[in-house]
C-alpha cells in the first residue's frame, strides 16, 4: 500500500509511530513559519505539519500545492499544540518529512465542503467531486450499511437472494417498459424489469420458499421530481404465508434497520385500512408523526344556507391547534395554498376559537356563535385552536385537506426528519376505476388476490370497484416505503381478475402465460413485498430527495450530464441491431 | 403461516408433537394397509402416514392425490417402523389426521429427481419444475451462501458496495453493447455496462477508497456454449494500492471462500508469469491440478533429417507418465484428436519410454535409441513413459499442446473436479496485435497500466508487442476466475496509451471524456479485479456448466424459452421510442 494508515485513525496513542499517509489536500493554510495541510481521505482528516525553521524545502514545497491535489506523506506522529476536539485525530499532527505529489488537481468547480457552492447542475456534472463531500459519501455509506443489514437479516431468516434475469419479456401492462433490440433475434425486443414479480412468483412455484433480492428496476416514466428511470427495489417472496406472517416479517426487519441505523425501538406498527386512512387523512400513506386528522362535518356545517357546503357531497376539516392567532395574511396564504392548481380547492373556510372562548370565521354570515361551537366540538378543538374547512366531492376535498394538513404539519414544525412513524395501510382496494380508458385497473398489480369474503364480488361486476385486495403498504413519514400483496395461485381466480382487467383468454396468456402454465403444476399460496431502497435510504438519511443516495442520478430528463449519456449511436450499430431511428 | 415446521427440520426429538406441514407430494406408496406420501420442500423430506384402517376416508384421499400437488397435512410426529438412515427426518414420520390440497399439479414433463428425464431443453422451458429438483436448488443456494460471504468479507475490509447505473454511454471500443432507446430522449440511446469499470475508477477519483458490487454486466456477443447474455460480476476497486496489495487482498477472499465453502487450507498461490505460462502450459489459464509441463525440444530434436521437426519454428511435447503401454489404436485417438479443426496440429509424434529401457517412437527412421535417450532425459522421463509431441509456430504449436495436455489429463482422472488449484497469472502483455483490423488492441483494457520498468517503450511503436502490463488474472483448475489491473491515473500517459490504440484525441475524448476530465481532478493511485461470479459458483459447485448456477439462464441464441423472449414489441412501443424495425 501506498500508506500505513488512513487519514480517519490517528490519535494520541500513536505519538512518536512513523507513518505514511495518503489523501487530498482539503485545506492549507501558511502562518510564516509554519504550513498546515489539511489531509482528507474516506476516512477522515489528518493534519500535516511543515516548519520553515527545519526544512525550509519541504515547507516551500507543501506551499505550492493546491486543493485536490493528491498527496503521500511520511512522517512522524507528534502532539498538537492547538487540540481540535472535534476530529478524532484533532489531538495529533504529522511532522512530515516526505511529500510526494501523486497527482496534480485542477481547481475543482466547487468547494469540497459540507456545504457546497456548487448548485445541483454543476454537483452531477462533476459528481465525481460531489462525492467527495461529507454528506454525499455519508449517504452511499449508509446506504451500504442498510444494504448489507437488510441481506444478513433476510438470510437469517432462511431467504435467499437469487438473481433474476434484466432482458426479459415486455409485458405492456402497467407502466411503459425500456427495451432492448435482439441482434440475434432481429426485429425482437427484450424489456428491462419494471421489477421481478413475474420470476419470484415463479421462484416459489419451483419451491424456493423465501426468496429476496436487492434488484434494479426499470420504468421508462414522464420523471416526476423524485424519480429515476433506474431505482432499487429490496423485492421478497414467501411461500406458505399469510398476511400477518408477511407484515410480522417485513416489520421486522424495518425494526431491525431502525434499531441498528437510528438505535431506535417500536412496538407493534400501527395498522389501518385503506378506507380508514382516505377518511382519516385523505391518503393512502399517511403521515401520522402528527394528529390533526379530518373530521366530517355534514350534520353541523350543512342546512345553514351556505351553499357551498349544503351542495357538496362532503365538508371536512382539520384543526391546527393553537394556530387561532392567524393573521388575515397568514390565512389569505393558507387560502392561496389550497387555491393553487396542484391543489385545487376552490377555497378555504376558517374557524377560529379565539382565547376568549368566542369564535371568528369566514362564514359568520351563516354560523353564528352556537352553530361555530358545535362545529368546534367536532373538532375538540379548544380556545386558540384554527379550524380550516373544505368540501366538495368526498375523495377530491379529501385529497385537497391531505396537502393542506401536510402544509400545516410543515408549517408547525410537526414533520421532523429526526422522527419516524411507521404504519402499515392494509386492505387497499383491489381494482380502480380509470374513467380515461373506461376500465378498471389493478391498484397492485394483476397476481394481487382479494379477501377471501370478497373473492364472490368478482362475479358482480358492478361491485368489482368495492372488491378489497389481501394487499398492503407499509408507510414511514408519509412516504409509501414499501408493498405487497397475497397473490392469486390460483388459476381459476387469476382468470377471473384478468377478465375484470378486461384481457381476453388469449391476450392473457400471450403476456402471461409461461406464468400461467406454471401455476397449474402445483404453485403454492405464495406472498411478498417490495422496498423502495432508495426511498428507504434516503428516510434514514433524513432527506427529502433520493438522489444524493445514488451514485450517479439522472437528472429530470432521464440523462445523465456527467456522462452525456443517452447519445446518439452508430448507424454500425443500428445496422446490427437492424432497427432505424425515425427522422 | 400455512405450517408449523418444515419438511426438514423434524426428527427423534418431535415425537409426540402435533405439527402442520406444507411441500409438495414427490412420491406416494400405497402398500394396502398403509400409504406413505413423501411430502417435500426447500429443507428436506418428510414422510406422511396414511392408515386404511384407523382412517380409510383419508387414506383413499392420499391415494388418490398426484405427483407434486401442494399439500398441507395436520398429524403427530411418530417413530418410523423402518427408519431410513440416509435423510435427517428418517427416523420419523407423520400420522396424519386432517389433508388439505392447497393446489393441485398436472402431471411434470419431467420426473422432479436428481437425474431427472428431462433433457435440456425441457428442463429450460419448465425451469420452474427444474429449480425443484436438489442438484439446482442446491446450486441456487451455494450461490447465495458465496454472494453473502463475498459481501461480509470485503464489507469487512471496508469496502463499500455501490451502485453504478446501469442506463449509461455506450462505448464502441471492446465488446458489443446492448442499447436501450432513450423515448425521451429521440434518436439516443443508452447501454447496458459490459462492466462498471468506468464508474468505479470514477468512484476512486471520487475518493470512497475501497468498492465493490456484486453486479449485472451485458455482452452482446455472438453466444458460444456456456456464454450468456447477462453475467454477474464481483466487481472491486481500491485506492493507494499496488499490485501486491490487491494481489493479498483478493487471494484473502478465495481463501476465505475456500475455507467457508469447501473447509480448504490454502498456503500462498502459486504465481506465473504470462510468458511463463505460455511457454510451460500454452495457456494463460493453465490449469495446475496436474503437471505435465511443457518441455521444448529443438536441441535435441533437430537436426536428424525430420523435416518437419527441421523446418519448425518449435518443438515441444509433454510426458503422460505410465502411458508407454497406449496401444496403437489410442495412439491414433491422439492423433485424431490433435489433427480436429478446433486443435489444428498437423500431426502428433510420439515417444514410448519401454518397462525394459528400450523406445518406440513415431520417428525411429530419424532417432535412433541414442536419441529417442537424449528426448527422453530432456522431459525427465522414466521407463513406462509416453512422450508426446507437437511442432510449428511457437506460439500456434503451444496453444495446441495446451490442447491435449488438458485431453491426457482428463483421460488420466487428473483434473478432479473435488480439487482445487488457484494460480495467479500476472504480467500480461499490455497490447496484443489483431492481424485483421491491423491495430493494438488492450488486452485487459485501455485504463490498465503498463509496468513502470516498461513505461518508455510506449514511446516506441516497434516494441508495443514487448510491454507489459501491471495486470493479473486468477485462475482456478484452468478456469480463469477473474482478473484485474493496475489503472492508469495519469493523464499523459492515458494519452499515449489510446495513441497507442489508434485514438484520435478526439475519439478517445469523445467516448471517455468524462472519465479524463475526471483524472484531471485528483484521481489517486488505483486499481482493482472482476471475478465472474457464474464461473466461480459453478467452480465451487464442482460442474463445467454455468448455466444451472443461474436461476433463468438463456439458451445459446440468447433466448428463454421459459418466457418467449426476446419478443416483437407493438407498434405503439416502437413509435415512441421512435425507432422502426428494418424490413
Redesign the interface.
Known amino acids: 500500500?501506498?500508506?500505513t494508515n488512513?487519514c480517519g485513525e490517528l490519535n494520541i496513542n500513536n505519538v512518536g509511530q512513523t507513518v505514511t499517509l495518503?489523501g487530498?489536500l482539503q485545506r492549507s493554510r501558511d502562518l510564516g513559519g509554519m504550513t498546515f495541510i489539511d489531509l482528507?481521505?474516506?476516512?477522515g482528516i489528518t493534519q500535516l505539519a511543515f516548519n520553515m525553521e527545519t526544512n525550509a524545502e519541504l515547507c516551500e514545497k507543501a506551499r505550492r500545492l493546491g486543493r485536490?491535489?493528491?498527496l503521500q506523506a511520511v512522517g512522524t506522529v507528534i502532539e498538537r499544540s492547538s487540540k481540535n476536539s472535534k476530529i478524532p485525530t484533532g489531538e495529533i499532527e504529522i511532522e512530515v518529512r516526505e511529500l510526494n505529489i501523486?497527482?496534480?488537481?485542477?481547481t475543482?468547480p466547487f468547494t469540497i465542503e459540507d456545504s457546497s457552492d456548487g448548485g445541483d447542475d454543476l454537483r452531477m456534472k462533476?459528481?465525481?467531486?460531489?462525492?467527495?463531500r461529507n454528506p454525499v459519501?455519508c449517504n452511499?455509506?449508509l446506504?451500504?450499511r442498510m444494504?448489507?443489514l437488510v441481506?444478513?437479516y433476510l438470510?437469517n431468516q432462511d431467504f435467499?437472494?437469487?438473481?433474476?434475469?434484466?432482458?426479459?419479456?415486455?409485458t405492456?401492462e402497467g407502466a411503459?417498459?425500456?427495451?432492448?433490440?435482439?441482434?440475434?433475434?432481429?426485429?425482437?425486443?427484450?424489456?428491462?424489469p419494471q421489477s421481478p414479480q413475474?420470476?419470484k412468483q415463479?421462484?416459489m412455484?419451483?419451491?424456493?420458499?423465501r426468496y429476496f433480492q436487492i434488484v434494479?428496476c426499470?420504468r421508462?416514466e414522464?420523471?416526476r421530481a423524485d424519480r429515476q428511470?433506474?431505482f432499487?427495489q429490496i423485492d421478497c417472496e414467501m411461500?406458505?404465508?399469510?398476511q400477518e406472517?408477511v407484515l410480522d416479517m417485513f416489520e421486522g426487519l424495518a425494526k431491525h434497520l431502525f434499531k441498528e441505523v437510528k438505535d431506535l425501538d417500536f412496538g407493534a406498527f400501527p395498522r389501518m385500512t385503506w378506507h380508514e386512512a382516505m377518511r382519516l387523512y385523505g391518503s393512502d400513506k399517511p403521515d401520522i408523526r402528527f394528529g390533526m386528522q379530518f373530521v366530517e362535518l355534514n350534520d353541523v356545517a350543512q342546512g345553514r344556507g351556505f351553499s357551498l357546503f349544503d351542495g357538496a357531497e362532503l365538508v371536512v376539516g382539520i384543526n391546527a391547534e393553537g394556530c387561532a392567532d392567524y393573521t388575515r395574511k397568514q390565512l389569505d396564504a393558507l387560502t392561496d395554498f389550497v387555491k393553487r392548481p396542484q391543489v385545487g380547492a376552490g377555497g378555504l373556510v376558517y374557524v377560529k376559537y379565539n382565547a376568549d372562548g368566542s369564535f371568528k370565521s369566514s362564514v359568520d354570515k351563516f354560523f353564528d356563535q352556537n352553530a361555530l361551537h358545535a362545529v368546534a366540538d367536532k373538532f375538540g378543538a379548544k380556545p386558540g385552536d384554527l379550524m380550516l374547512i373544505l368540501c366538495g366531492p368526498a375523495m377530491k376535498t379529501r385529497v385537497q385537506l391531505c396537502s393542506l394538513r401536510l402544509e400545516m404539519g410543515g408549517r408547525l414544525g410537526l414533520r421532523r426528519p429526526d422522527q419516524f412513524a411507521p404504519l402499515w395501510v392494509i386492505d387497499f382496494p383491489l381494482l380502480e376505476w380509470d374513467e380515461e380508458t373506461q376500465r378498471f385497473y389493478a391498484m397492485h398489480h394483476p397476481f394481487t388476490a382479494p379477501k377471501p369474503e370478497d373473492e364472490a364480488l368478482l362475479d358482480q361486476p358492478d361491485r368489482w370497484g368495492d372488491i378489497r385486495a389481501n394487499a398492503y403498504d407499509i408507510v414511514i413519514n408519509g412516504v409509501e416505503v414499501g408493498g405487497g400483496s397475497i397473490r392469486i395461485?390460483?388459476r381459476v381466480l387469476q382468470n377471473k381478475m384478468f377478465h375484470a382487467l378486461g384481457f381476453s383468454d388469449e391476450k392473457a396468456y400471450e403476456q402471461f402465460?409461461?406464468l400461467l402454465d406454471?401455476f397449474?403444476?402445483?404453485?403454492?399460496?405464495h406472498a411478498g413485498l417490495a422496498f423502495g431502497f432508495d426511498r428507504l435510504c434516503s428516510l434514514f438519511g433524513g432527506a427529502d430527495s433520493i438522489r444524493d443516495f445514488?451514485?450517479?442520478p439522472?437528472n429530470n430528463?432521464?440523462?445523465?450530464v456527467?456522462?452525456?449519456?443517452?447519445?446518439?449511436?452508430?448507424q454500425q450499430?443500428l445496422d446490427?441491431?437492424?432497427?432505424?431511428?425515425?427522422q
Chains 1, 2 share one sequence.
Not at 239 to 242: I, K
Not at 557 to 560: L, P, T, V
Not at 563 to 570: E, T, Y
Request: glycine share 4%; charged share 30%.
Open positions: 500500500m501506498y500508506r488512513t495518503c487530498w482528507r481521505d474516506r476516512y485536490e491535489y493528491v501523486l497527482n496534480e488537481s485542477k475543482p462533476y459528481r465525481y467531486l460531489d462525492i467527495r459519501r452511499l455509506e446506504r451500504h444494504a448489507m441481506r444478513n438470510s435467499l437472494e437469487i438473481e433474476t434475469p434484466m432482458l426479459i419479456k415486455s405492456p411503459r417498459d425500456f427495451v432492448v433490440p435482439s441482434r440475434m433475434n432481429p426485429g425482437e425486443f427484450y424489456a428491462l413475474q420470476y415463479l421462484l412455484v419451483a419451491g424456493m420458499d434494479r426499470f421508462d414522464d420523471l428511470p433506474e432499487t411461500s406458505f404465508a399469510e406472517d395461485h390460483d402465460g409461461f406454471a397449474s403444476y402445483g404453485a403454492p399460496p445514488i451514485a450517479f439522472k430528463s432521464g440523462r445523465d456527467m456522462s452525456c449519456s443517452p447519445a446518439p449511436i452508430s450499430q446490427e441491431l437492424n432497427i432505424c431511428v425515425k
